[in-house]
């Protein structure tokens, strides 16, 4: 994304209606993989943060635990 982060695309999502996205399952997937870094994607709206390089079984236990949300 040339202009915007994944951090901005995210706060995008989160502004939209429940009924128009913005309760989007997301996680964050991505080399930054400092505790700072977890914090502020998840404060961004990201309902997990997983670094590179992720293991293919650590990466659908993920995507799995958000579908065992529970549902707004």
Do not use: C, W
């Not at 995210?10 to 399952?25: E, K, M, N, W, Y």
């Not at 400092?34 to 390089?53: C, I, S, W, Y």
């Amino acid at each position: 994304m040339p202009e915007h982060d994944g951090y901005h695309l995210i706060q995008s999502v989160r502004a939209l209606p429940t009924d128009r996205g913005g309760a989007t399952p997301a996680i964050a997937l991505t080399a930054f993989a400092r505790l700072e870094d977890r914090t502020r994607a998840m404060l961004a709206g990201f309902q997990n943060h997983v670094p590179k390089p992720v293991e293919p079984g650590e990466l659908i236990a993920a995507i799995i635990s958000l579908d065992r949300r529970p549902r707004v």
